[in-house]
């Protein structure tokens, strides 16, 4: 099946976790809106999907991108590659990159790698020490655990302050960074800025 821009401006996909011994739905049953702006070519025998113009949404959680593909049409099991202008957003953190990968498995979004030059994510909850904010080559979201990683060579900040390494962790709840697994050789290196304030106050 073939949906062109002409035939269709806006088509919708919405996949339902169905109830599993009585549990499965109360867990895990978000839908999965799929939105496609543009163009869609859906291969019935195989499941394969290609799309143009993507926004898929489950809960809180969206995702855009310029165009994507998945290995089926199942909230079971399935493999997204994404490729241009790619944003991930959730509550008030927004994520963007290149391109990424993410799983659907057992009826739900969890897991998500992006890749850029370079991919980068913000947090834009106010917090006592600033807004957080962090780049790398990769970056990692997991929704479980609500942990942003930047993988490779990484820059992290909270407000004006500085963290330099090759594998950072960003705790969402807790707006903290912390040091990854990496087993690189490279040291952290802190770098803590003066605020535009210091050293002007009166006496």
């Given at each position: 099946m073939d949906v062109s821009r002409r035939?269709?401006?806006?088509f919708v996909v919405m996949l339902t976790a169905l109830p599993n011994v009585g549990t499965a739905f109360a867990q895990n049953g978000e839908v999965v809106d799929i939105i496609v702006r543009e163009n869609l070519s859906y291969v019935g025998n195989t499941g394969r999907v290609d799309v143009a113009g993507l926004v898929i949404t489950q809960g809180d959680l969206k995702i855009e991108a310029d165009k994507g593909s998945a290995s089926r049409l199942d909230t079971e099991r399935s493999e997204w590659r994404l490729e241009g202008n790619v944003r991930i957003s959730v509550r008030s953190v927004r994520i963007a990159g290149d391109e990424a990968e993410f799983s659907l498995r057992d009826n739900r979004l969890e897991h998500f790698e992006l890749r850029g030059?370079?991919?980068t994510f913000e947090d834009l909850e106010p917090h006592r020490a600033g807004?957080?904010?962090?780049?790398?080559e990769r970056v990692t979201y997991d929704v479980n655990d609500e942990v942003i990683g930047l993988r490779g060579e990484a820059e992290g900040a909270v407000g004006q302050?500085?963290?330099v390494g090759c594998d950072l962790l960003y705790?969402?709840?807790?707006?903290?960074?912390r040091s990854g697994s990496s087993?690189?050789?490279?040291p952290?290196?802190?770098r803590i800025v003066p605020s535009e304030d210091?050293?002007?106050?009166?006496p």
């Amino acid at each position: 099946m073939d949906v062109s821009r002409r035939k269709l401006a806006t088509f919708v996909v919405m996949l339902t976790a169905l109830p599993n011994v009585g549990t499965a739905f109360a867990q895990n049953g978000e839908v999965v809106d799929i939105i496609v702006r543009e163009n869609l070519s859906y291969v019935g025998n195989t499941g394969r999907v290609d799309v143009a113009g993507l926004v898929i949404t489950q809960g809180d959680l969206k995702i855009e991108a310029d165009k994507g593909s998945a290995s089926r049409l199942d909230t079971e099991r399935s493999e997204w590659r994404l490729e241009g202008n790619v944003r991930i957003s959730v509550r008030s953190v927004r994520i963007a990159g290149d391109e990424a990968e993410f799983s659907l498995r057992d009826n739900r979004l969890e897991h998500f790698e992006l890749r850029g030059g370079p991919a980068t994510f913000e947090d834009l909850e106010p917090h006592r020490a600033g807004q957080a904010r962090g780049a790398a080559e990769r970056v990692t979201y997991d929704v479980n655990d609500e942990v942003i990683g930047l993988r490779g060579e990484a820059e992290g900040a909270v407000g004006q302050n500085i963290v330099v390494g090759c594998d950072l962790l960003y705790d969402i709840g807790e707006k903290t960074f912390r040091s990854g697994s990496s087993e690189c050789d490279r040291p952290f290196q802190i770098r803590i800025v003066p605020s535009e304030d210091a050293g002007t106050e009166e006496p």
